[in-house]
Nanobody, 129 residues
Framework: VQLQASGGGLVQAGGSLRLSCAASGRTIVYYIMGWFRQASGKEREFVAAINWSGEDTSYADSVEGRFTISRDNARMTVYLQMNSLKPEDTAAYYC???????????????????????WGQGTQVTVSS
């Protein structure tokens, strides 16, 4: 599946942004979807993941309570609502897809980037203090 992330930009601390990840090529129904981020000079890190139905989600401790991942399978789009943004949230954000059509694992186990099969290009989020 091809992924296209968008919605990044420059925002002041305390502000909000909503990232979108549009999929194409095949349905995302049997995909676990995730968001990762990579700050300059740092390794890529897990942000959030969501299961097929959207009922099971998992978050990094650093964003728990501030970020919300959701999906619209009919629109083949995954979202990341980011509230109460902090300067340390500044990074390129990437969406990713893991094809798990049979016995999908809990999303709480899907925090490593090597679990994901397809990646979109990054969208830059910059939070000013």
């Amino acid at each position: 599946v091809q992924l296209q992330a968008s919605g990044g930009g420059l925002v002041q601390a305390g502000g909000s942004l909503r990232l979108s990840c549009a999929a194409s090529g095949r349905t995302i129904v049997y995909y676990i979807m995730g968001w990762f981020r990579q700050a300059s000079g740092k390794e890529r890190e897990f942000v959030a993941a969501i299961n097929w139905s959207g009922e099971d989600t998992s978050y990094a401790d650093s964003v728990e309570g501030r970020f919300t991942i959701s999906r619209d399978n009919a629109r083949m789009t995954v979202y990341l609502q980011m509230n109460s943004l902090k300067p340390e949230d500044t990074a390129a954000y990437y969406c990713a897809a893991a094809f798990r059509p049979i016995h999908p694992p809990s999303v709480s186990t899907m925090k490593e980037d090597n679990e994901y099969d397809d990646w979109g290009q990054g969208t830059q989020v910059t939070v000013s203090s």
